[in-house]
């Protein structure tokens, strides 16, 4: 049962987010201004740097370090979002885990279509890896069109037989750009997101690729050989129905996963933990889980 509380916050949010303006350039810079009222933490500290053309920043909460650190990926269907809009979630998640995190800003589509995120996910990895972080000591993460790309990020360093990160922790992960969930259509209109907006994200990043392709859409990669997975998903989510396969697919191949599913939450729930408490409760099982290694 769902508090009346985060209820009513989750209604007045989803009332906000029908009369935003559809353009794209509107859409990022709301998504931006809806995010401003969810900064970090006063005791959180962003260190901005540069990877190549790459923006990216250090997120460093009391107690973190970078003894193991979580390479994250910001949510926003791969055309809108930056570790700016993130703030409050990555420096909770920083405080909970204990690692530093090092948020990327990959590049969006339509001006970088598929594979260009991907090709920013290696790129950041690869940099973790020059600045001689081991992979037992690298932990994947991402909300959203960001936990996508943290697991296709997993099929491509298993394709260059590379050595793979401690694990990876997926907050709502989009894993199928094909669109063929069922809640897509049952959860129409008890989510934040819509079905109509997420297939035209879809078409603008895939440009005309193949929606199928498991470096877009991992619910159809060979999963076998795959780190630890911590999946977590609202029972309101349109995305449902694709995580849900998703975390079956990996369960057949042998890989070790924990789904954990939140009744009555949205999508991405967490990024609102200031006015949510079960939004701190999942980045506190986060915690638990990275604690576990």
Known sequence: MINPQTEQFFQVLLQKLLKRPRTLAQIRLGFEKLMADFPAQKEVHFHPLSMGKLSAAWVHAPHSTRERVILFF????????SFNSHQDLLGRLAHSTGCDILAVDYRLAPEHPFPAAL??????YEYLRQEKFPPPNIFLAGTSAGGGLALSLLL???D?????????LCICPWVDLALTGKTLKT?????????ENIKAAASTYLAGHNPKDPLASPLYGNLKGFPPLL??????????DEIERFAQKAR???????????????????LFSSMVIEGRQAIEKIGEFVRSF
């Open 74 to 81: 910001h949510g926003g269907g791969f055309i809108a979002g």
């Open 187 to 195: 959860n129409e209109g008890k989510d934040l997101i819509h079905a």
């Open 252 to 270: 057949d191949c042998n890989v070790q996963i924990t789904l954990q599913k939140f009744d009555e939450m949205i999508h991405t729930w967490h």
């Open 160 to 168: 260059r037989k590379e050595d793979l990160p401690r694990a990876a």
């Open 231 to 240: 999946i977590q998903v609202g029972s309101r989510e349109v995305f449902l």
């Open 156 to 158: 491509k360093l298993l």
């Open 119 to 124: 090709e920013d996910a290696l790129l950041s």
